[in-house]
């Protein structure tokens, strides 16, 4: 029997949390690859970095491979939403594979911008974490002329060969982390080219922008998501920096109830990457531990869909199932 956390008492919920429209259409892709062609699907790298997504799709006939030397000939393979570098593209190509592209439409925006501008004799910086998969598919759109910087200490070691300088980030950034280094750059080289529209992504922004409204109205912050999610990290480092107790969990079964003695107020946010039902799951368990009021806080209202690659239809399925109903 579940023991109730003292003095817990009210979730509330931030608006938007969960999965944004570039994860729903990457598992899309994955599902109705599977559909059409059958199992199995190979996916290059994660197609989110969810581990209950991921451990989903493999049921469903999906292999996660990172070296595409793993892939048979002739087989079906998904690039995943964070990306691919040109030379991956070029293998695939080489080897003759079916290839959905599930990078993330705002991903693939930053590739073009730095497509683009190379052609116009630019050099890049571009800020973000190395090892990311998206960070290696954009710095891959290039041969070189592109320099990565973590941190704004960082900005010193960069020495371009000319004088025409771009900065490109990774869209899942904390906000104000990522404004910090670019106020360094735009320091260091005053001339340097901006986006046109900053690269952090809609879905990273608004989750943040949720955070610092909720994290002041809480005691503690549950964040749902896996510990590769660089979007779900950025929010439980942001409300940490705002002062509020914070924790990221995978499922309900992360949750320790020593987190809620004597806190009665418990915010709850979700990466972009998270399903719902892990949401849902969370909601439960902290119920079982003496939570009775559970309230949506007022945030923006997300209706972005992005369409799905030629060949698999025009509609998701979800969609396709409402209009049957």
């Known amino acids: 029997m579940t023991t109730p956390a003292a003095g817990l008492q009210e979730v509330l919920l931030a608006e938007p949390r969960g999965f944004c429209a570039g994860v729903d259409r990457a598992i899309e892709i994955v599902e109705r690859a599977l ?3 059958g199992a199995p699907i190979h996916v290059r790298h994660e197609i989110v970095h969810n581990t209950y997504v991921v451990d989903d799709l493999k049921a469903k006939g999906a292999i996660f491979i990172e070296d595409l030397a793993d892939v048979p000939p002739g087989a079906t393979l998904v690039f995943s939403a964070h990306g691919v570098s040109q030379a ?3 293998e695939a190509a080489r080897r003759g594979f079916r290839v959905f592209d599930a990078t ?3 991903v693939t925006k930053v590739h073009v911008e730095v497509a ?3 052609r116009e004799g630019y050099e890049f910086i571009m800020i973000g974490h190395k090892g990311h998969p998206e960070v290696e598919g954009t710095m891959g759109q290039l041969n070189d002329g592109i320099y990565l910087v973590e941190e704004a200490a960082d900005v010193a070691a960069v020495h371009p060969r000319g004088d025409k300088l771009a900065v490109v980030t990774q869209t899942t950034l904390s906000v104000d982390d990522a404004a910090a280094i670019l106020s360094e750059v735009k320091r260091r080289f005053p001339h340097v080219r901006e986006p046109k529209q900053q690269d952090i992504c809609y879905a990273t922004q608004n989750r943040q922008d949720a955070v610092k409204l909720l994290a002041p109205a809480v005691d503690v912050l549950i964040v749902v998501g896996s510990p590769s999610s660089s979007n779900s990290n950025r929010l439980r480092e942001l409300a940490q920096r705002l002062g509020t107790a914070a924790y990221m969990v995978e499922g309900a079964q992360d949750l320790q109830p020593d987190w809620f003695e004597g806190r009665s107020r418990v915010g709850l946010t979700a990466g972009a990457s998270a399903p719902d039902v892990l949401v849902q799951q969370v909601i439960a368990r902290l ?3 003496g939570a009775t009021s559970i309230r949506h806080m ?9 369409p ?4 698999l239809g025009d509609r998701s399925m979800r969609e396709a199932a409402a209009s049957r109903s």
């Open 104 to 106: 993330c439409p705002l």
């Open 116 to 118: 683009k501008l190379a």
């Open 308 to 311: 799905l690659p030629s060949g």
């Open 88 to 90: 991956v593209r070029a």
């Open 35 to 37: 559909l059409k062609h």
């Open 287 to 289: 119920r079982e531990l």
């Open 298 to 306: 007022r945030g923006v209202v997300e209706n972005v869909r992005f």
